[in-house]
């Protein structure tokens, strides 16, 4: 279970950044079905509620809403849970958010695309993916949080389901190797399109 800074479980929901910033889910639409610490259900048949609205948090998330647009800072209101029976905290973020992680789940895999398999410069993907006002004009040499991806993604701590590659890969052999991956798992509607743009759709189920 991926946790925040704050040591709190984050949960995925299903609906998605998009759905949720236009309408923000109720406490007991985002409530999860069980408490993933303990494994109590939320809602007990016959019971009390176990999983009980904690508040919200704001929640900011960078990158762009699809391959076209370019890059910004939204905010969303995660709703937190809090565990009856454990005392965990909970908290739950729309589909395509991911625990530690400021850019969005498809941001990350649209970037890791263009550097792996388009071959972009790291400037050029930086300027599809990272919001201009907070990255200003420092680092115009590249981008070491596209680096840093490819490295996790190597370590197997980001895009986890992507295909093993070995120890002796590239940083941009592995960042190819994962896109490829979260563009194939892309909804087969979407075969026509840009690999890049694939890889942005995949990796926006991914968890
Ligand atoms: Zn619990």
């Excluded at 991926?2 to 949720?20: C, E, L």
């Excluded at 849970?81 to 965990?88: E, F, K, M, T």
């Excluded at 093993?164 to 592995?174: E, H, I, N, V």
Aim: aromatic share 4%.
């Amino acid at each position: 279970m991926p946790r925040n800074r704050s040591g709190h479980s984050v949960i995925q929901s299903a609906i998605d950044i998009k759905r949720w910033q236009q309408q923000p889910p109720t406490v007991v639409e985002a409530r999860p079905a069980r408490c993933p610490a303990c494994g109590a259900a939320s809602c007990p048949l016959g019971g009390a509620i176990q999983l009980q609205g904690h508040g919200r948090r704001e929640r900011q998330v960078w990158g762009p809403a699809s391959p076209d647009q370019p890059p910004e800072v939204i905010s969303v209101a995660a709703r937190r849970y809090r565990c009856l029976g454990c005392s965990a905290v909970l908290l739950v973020v729309p589909r395509g958010v991911l625990g530690r992680r400021i850019y969005s789940a498809a941001a990350i895999g649209f970037a890791l695309a263009l550097w792996g398999l388009a071959l972009a410069t790291a400037i050029e993907v930086r300027r599809r993916v990272g919001p201009a006002r907070i990255l200003g004009e420092s680092a115009v040499t590249g981008w070491a949080t596209l680096r840093r991806w490819a490295r996790e993604v190597a370590q197997r701590r980001l895009f986890a389901q992507a295909p093993d590659q070995g120890p002796s890969a590239s940083l941009r052999k592995s960042a190819a190797t994962a896109a490829a991956s979260l563009a194939a798992s892309a909804d087969p509607t979407t075969r026509a399109l840009p690999i890049e743009h694939r890889a942005f759709l995949g990796a926006a189920h991914a968890a």
